[in-house]
């Protein structure tokens, strides 16, 4: 089964999770800023990564998404959000439904199970964030997929 990550910046905390996580499990990463896009049929799994933006993707994730139409998928390929946080309230479910509905209009389901790992900000809070742990914490989330 192939997996493709995909991060929506090429640096910061979920560049610094997705670009362990892929190279533990031999699978390919792209950045929405990489400027050679994917050929999506390729993939049977693809996880989006972004850090939780008031509520939102970070904005680079959905101008790469922008573009897609389900037809540009393999068929029976499953999408899957991973998000870096700081913790706020319910800013991740907020941020899971936000992107569902905006893939909904593309007819591409977002799978329920999403997963998430702190993610320091500017080193002031959760300063040791992501870690190790956090990284095999993924790892073993997206075996799982
Ligand atoms: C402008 C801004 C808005 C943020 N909004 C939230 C938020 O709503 N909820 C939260 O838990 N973290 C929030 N954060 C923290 C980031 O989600 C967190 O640091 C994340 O790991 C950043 O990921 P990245 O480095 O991959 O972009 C925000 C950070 C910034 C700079």
Not at 31 to 46: E, G, M, R, S
Not at 105 to 122: A, F, V
Request: with cysteine; hydrophobic share 40%.
């Amino acid at each position: 089964m192939s997996t493709l990550f995909v991060s929506a910046k090429e640096d910061g905390n979920t560049f610094k999770v997705l670009s362990a996580v892929s190279l533990a499990l031999g699978s390919d990463f792209v950045t929405a800023a990489d400027p050679i896009f994917p050929q999506l049929k390729k993939y049977d799994t693809i996880v989006l990564g972004s850090g939780v933006y008031a509520n939102r993707v970070h904005r680079n994730l959905l101008s790469w998404l922008d573009i897609l139409c389900a037809e540009d998928f393999k068929e029976g390929s499953k999408v899957y959000l991973f998000m870096t946080w700081i913790g706020r309230g319910s800013s991740n479910k907020a941020t899971f439904n936000s992107l569902a509905s905006y893939l909904a209009e593309k007819n591409i389901d977002l799978q329920p199970s999403w997963m998430e790992c702190y993610g320091n900000m500017k080193k002031l809070i959760w300063p040791s964030h992501p870690n190790e742990q956090d990284i095999l914490k993924v790892i073993d989330w997206a075996k799982g997929l």
